[in-house]
C-alpha cells in the first residue's frame, strides 16, 4: 500500500495536462482501489482470526494453568533436596510430550481433560522416579493439595489448617482444656485451631460433652477407619476427615491422606512407581546422563549390567575417586567413539572432575557413537553440578513403600523365562510366596519394625 500512495502521488504530481486523458494514472488509481479493497478484506480476515486464536487459547488455559502448578511444585522440591533439580527445558519436553501423545478428541473440553490428565500423570511419575522414598509421598500429597486448591475444592484456610495445626497457639490464651489426660496439649491447639472452620465450630464443646465417644473413637486401632461422634461420619468430605485425623491422630495421618489421593486424583497416583531400567534407557540419548541419587542398600550396577546384557551392549564401569580422573577420562573417550555404556560410580567422591563431564558430555569433541550411554551413581551433596543433574535423567533405586509395590518390584525383574522354567505346580505359589516374604522383611526394616510393634498413643500400635 505504501508503494502504491507513493506512485499515486509521483502521478499526480508529475502529470501535465488534464487528469482524465492520463491512462497510466487512471490504471494506477484503479489498481489502488482494487489493493485497497482487498487490504481490508484481510484486515477484517485477520481480527477475526486472531479473536478465533484468543478464543481458542482461553480455552486451553486450564493446560497451562495445570503446567504451571507442576512445574512450580518441581522447582520448590529442591528446597526439600538439593538434588531434585529440573529444568524448565525437561519440563517442557514433557509438556510438549503430553499434548502429542494424550487421547484426541473433536469436543474440546475432553481434549482438553485428556491432555490434563496425561501432562499431570507423566510429569508426576517422572519426578516421583528421581525422589528419594521418603519424599516421594510428600510429594504426591503436595501435589494434590495444589491442585485441590486450584480447583477450589478446598480453602485456603483449609490448607494452613492442614499444614500448621495450632502451633502456632499459645495454651494459655484459648479456651480451657478439659482435665481429662488423655487429651495432650498439642491436640487441644490443633482442634482449637479446628474450630476456626465452620463445620467444626462447635467441636471443642461436643469433645467436653461427649469424651467418652470420643477417647473410644482415639483409642481405636485406625480412627480413620472408625465412625466419628457426634454426627461427624456421614457430614464430613475426606478431606475433611483428614484435618480431623491431623488435629487428633498426627500418626493415622498418611493413612488417611492416602485416601485423599486416591479420592483427588485417583488410585495410580497411590500406587507409586516401578523402576525398569530399559524404559529410561530408552528416554534416554548421548547427551543425556542417567544419575542415580544412591542410599545405603540401592547401588544399581547390577541392574545395569544385566540391561547392558539383555541389549547387548558393550559395559564398563570405574568408580571415582583420587586419581580416577585420567581413566574416567579414557574410558569416555573410547565409549564416546566406539559405542557403549560407561559407569561412573561414586561421583561425589570425583566433584573435580564433574564440571569436566559436563562439557564432554554436552559439547563432545567429535562425533559421539548413537550407543554411547552414561550412568552416574553419587550421594547427595551440595557441591554437585546442578547443571549436570538438571540435563539428565534421575532416580532412586531404593525398595518402594508398601507391600503391593515391593512385591510388583520383585515380579520385575522376572522374565517371563524364568516363569516357566519348570511345569511343577508348586513353583509359582513358591515364587510369590518368597516375593512376599521379601517384601515384608525389607519394610518391617525400613519402618524399624523389625525389633517389634511400638506403641503411638494409649493403646494403638502399628
Known sequence: MDELEENLLFKLTSIQGPLVDDESLIEVLNVTKITSEEVKHKLVTAAETELKINTAREEFRPVATRGSILYFLIVEMSYVNVMYQTSIRQFLGLFDESMEKSDKSPITSKRI??????????????????????????????????????????????????????????????????????????????????????????????????????????????????????????????????????????????????????????????????????????????????????????????????????????????????????????????????????????????????EELLQTVTEPAGVVHETFRLWVTTEGHPQFPINLLQIGIKYTNEPPQGVKAGVKRTYNGVTQDQLDITNMPQWKPMLYTVAMLHTVYRNAANSDLSAGTFRTSSTRRI
Not at 122 to 147: A, N
Open 113 to 354: 481433560s485428556n491432555i490434563i490428565d496425561f501432562l499431570t500423570y507423566e510429569v508426576w511419575r517422572y519426578q516421583v522416579r528421581g525422589l528419594y522414598e521418603e519424599h516421594k509421598f510428600l510429594y504426591t500429597l503436595l501435589l494434590t493439595l495444589k491442585i485441590s486448591l486450584q480447583c477450589n475444592r478446598i480453602k485456603p484456610t483449609e490448607f494452613m489448617t492442614f499444614i500448621k495445626g495450632g502451633a502456632a497457639l499459645d495454651l494459655k490464651a484459648v479456651a480451657p482444656k478439659p482435665k481429662s489426660n488423655w487429651i495432650s496439649d498439642m491436640t487441644w491447639l490443633n482442634l482449637v485451631e479446628l474450630s476456626k472452620i465452620p463445620q467444626f465450630s462447635e467441636i471443642l464443646s461436643q469433645v467436653s460433652r461427649n469424651e467418652k465417644s470420643w477417647k473410644q473413637w482415639y483409642d481405636s486401632e485406625a480412627p480413620e477407619e472408625g465412625s466419628i461422634p457426634d454426627g461427624y461420619q456421614n457430614s464430613l468430605d475426606i478431606f475433611k476427615r483428614l484435618l480431623l485425623v491431623r488435629s487428633w491422630c498426627p500418626d493415622r495421618t498418611l493413612a488417611q491422606a492416602r485416601k485423599f489421593v486416591v479420592d483427588a486424583l485417583g488410585q495410580r497416583f497411590a500406587d507409586g512407581v516401578i523402576l525398569d531400567f530399559q524404559v529410561m534407557w530408552g528416554e534416554s540419548d548421548p547427551k543425556t546422563p542417567i544419575i542415580c541419587f544412591l542410599s545405603m542398600g540401592s547401588d544399581p550396577t547390577s541392574q545395569i549390567d544385566i540391561l547392558a546384557k539383555k541389549l547387548k551392549v558393550d559395559y564398563r564401569s570405574i568408580s571415582m575417586g583420587q586419581g580416577q580422573e585420567v581413566h574416567a577420562r579414557r574410558l569416555l573417550s573410547q565409549s564416546m567413539g566406539q559405542g557403549g555404556w560407561v559407569l561412573l560410580q561414586n561421583c561425589h567422591l570425583g566433584l573435580n572432575f564433574m
